[in-house]
């Protein structure tokens, strides 16, 4: 039996009791972080809970070997990783392959933060559109989309919840500061005024699940040089915002009570 386990957002107590009884009781426990990890645990204090070891993967022996379903035809594995496990599009093909081998699957979901950010941030949920990511920039790799997205969703008056890139094998994790500079970069290069501008409305989230969560609102020139503490961070740009939304981004969030008049 192969199982896919999702561990929540923030540290082992975000583990469901369903997640745990499994992982007590598996034979065999790998663990992948490259796609999100608890910043508020360790490996020691998921397994001293658990009372079980956790073999951790680097990326290649999850993508490309994947051991952990050939073992699952004679045995019970579990597969953990932060967050909701098929939120990343990898670990769907896992039960694919699973059908395809004829290897019983279980999925244990997790919290997952499309879900949890958006609701900290008080927006409605069904007023988002497509969800986005800002990269790390590379040699000749800069990508624009982020910036259109988000574009076209404000173009719909729909919010969008941005995620920042992750490269955990690199301990590297992107800042809501480097995204909104990202955005602005962006915007400084196109031909013509874009929507995205140091005067737009923008939230800053930070460790959400943690006691120390941060959700900021104000204008991209008011959040950049903002200090949202250790990672992971993601940004939302707002749309047409609802009063009760409004209402939410001032007294929490610390927006300028002056989003209050535009409504």
């Known amino acids: ?121 008080g927006l409605q949920a069904y007023k988002f559109g497509k969800v986005t990511t800002i990269p790390f920039p590379d040699y000749n790799f800069y990508p624009k989309s982020p910036y259109f997205a988000i574009e076209e969703n404000l173009k719909m008056d729909m919010h969008t919840l941005v995620l920042l890139d992750i490269q955990a094998h690199k301990n590297r994790y992107m800042t809501v500061n480097e995204g909104l500079e990202y955005l602005m970069s962006i915007n400084e290069s196109l031909d013509e005024e874009g929507l995205i501008n140091e005067d737009t409305l923008a939230m800053g989230i930070a460790r959400v699940g943690s006691k120390d969560c941060i959700v900021k609102a104000g204008k991209i020139s008011e959040l950049i040089d903002y200090d949202f503490g250790g990672p992971l961070h993601c940004i939302i740009i707002p749309s047409k915002l609802h009063i009760v939304e409004a209402e939410y981004l001032v007294e929490i969030a610390g927006a300028d009570p002056e989003i209050l008049e535009e409504i």
Request: with cysteine.
């Open 1 to 121: 039996m192969f199982y896919l386990v999702g561990l929540g957002l923030f540290d082992e107590k975000d583990m469901s009791l369903k997640a745990l009884e499994c992982l007590k009781n598996v034979d065999k426990i790998y663990a992948e972080f490259f796609t999100s990890r608890l910043f508020g645990s360790s490996f020691e204090a998921i397994e001293e809970l658990i009372g079980n070891e956790i073999e951790v993967l680097v990326r290649n022996e999850v993508e490309e070997e994947s051991k952990f379903l050939d073992e699952a035809k004679d045995s019970n594995v579990a597969l953990i990783t932060g967050g909701d496990p098929l939120i990343a599009t990898t670990h769907s093909e896992f039960l694919v392959e699973c059908s395809q081998k004829g290897i019983d699957y279980e999925v244990i979901h997790g919290s997952s933060i499309l879900s949890s950010a958006p609701a900290i941030s």
